[in-house]
T-cell receptor, first 110, second 113 residues
Framework: KQEVTQIPAALSVPEGENLVLNCSFT??????LQWFRQDPGKGLTSLLL?????REQTSGRLNASLDKSSGRSTLYIAASQPGDSATYLC?????????FGTGTRLTIIP | DTGVSQDPRHKITKRGQNVTFRCDPI?????LYWYRQTLGQGPEFLTY????????KSRLLSDRFSAERPKGSFSTLEIQRTEQGDSAMYLC???????????FGPGTRLTVT
């Protein structure tokens, strides 16, 4: 059974710092991976999609990488802002269902 | 881009009542998923559709739960004889294909009193 683990579970950093969120898989033969953010009591907002043939994707201050050989993905956030505070989920999927990571709760301190 | 919409956004009901939620996926998205999320936990898979066909239903789903997607567009999720344990956020997602990307709606928060 595929398991997706995110470390750390919670992270607090001062505004303006760069940070990295980690996501790892038990099954390295992953398909695609998508990063989401979730604000309290809200739905999931898509951030970046990395297809299995890709190694990274960038959108604004966000950069996501995928290393299939090690079964890991990272989400890099540059110049963090208080508005980045949320829970970040990595989601692996292939064939039919999505496997959700355990999530990282990020707090940016003004 | 209207995104995935869900209705209602909030529902408070008494134990034993039936409730129905609606999800409108992004136009032309043929895959539609339902997930349930309780406070502090990740989303749990409930069921998914390819067009109008319900391809899989989680064993977590008791026979009190039923979902439909009659015309391959919007979907409904009905919970009969609600229990307090059904209180959760119900999330809907859609995608054009199995390779994603997936887009989630804002969710329907159910509170059973």
């Amino acid at each position: 059974k595929q398991e997706v683990t995110q470390i750390p579970a919670a992270l607090s950093v001062p505004e303006g710092e760069n940070l990295v969120l980690n996501c790892s898989f038990t099954d390295s033969a992953i398909y695609n991976l998508q990063w989401f953010r979730q604000d309290p009591g809200k739905g999931l907002t898509s951030l970046l999609l990395i297809q299995s043939s890709q190694r990274e994707q960038t959108s604004g201050r966000l950069n996501a990488s995928l290393d299939k050989s090690s079964g890991r993905s990272t989400l890099y956030i540059a110049a963090s802002q208080p508005g980045d505070s949320a829970t970040y989920l990595c989601v692996q999927f292939g064939n039919e269902k999505l496997t959700f990571g355990t999530g990282t709760r990020l707090t940016i301190i003004p | 881009d209207t995104g995935v919409s869900q209705d209602p956004r909030h529902k408070i009901t008494k134990r034993g009542q039936n409730v129905t939620f609606r999800c409108d996926p992004i136009s032309e998205h043929n895959r539609l998923y339902w997930y349930r999320q309780t406070l502090g936990q990740g989303p749990e898979f409930l069921t998914y559709f390819q067009n109008e066909a319900q391809l899989e239903k989680s064993r977590l789903l008791s026979d009190r739960f039923s979902a439909e997607r009659p015309k391959g567009s919007f979907s409904t999720l009905e919970i009969q004889r609600t229990e307090q344990g059904d209180s959760a956020m119900y999330l809907c997602a859609s995608s054009l294909a199995s390779g994603g990307p997936f887009y989630f709606g804002p969710g329907t928060r159910l509170t059973v009193t």
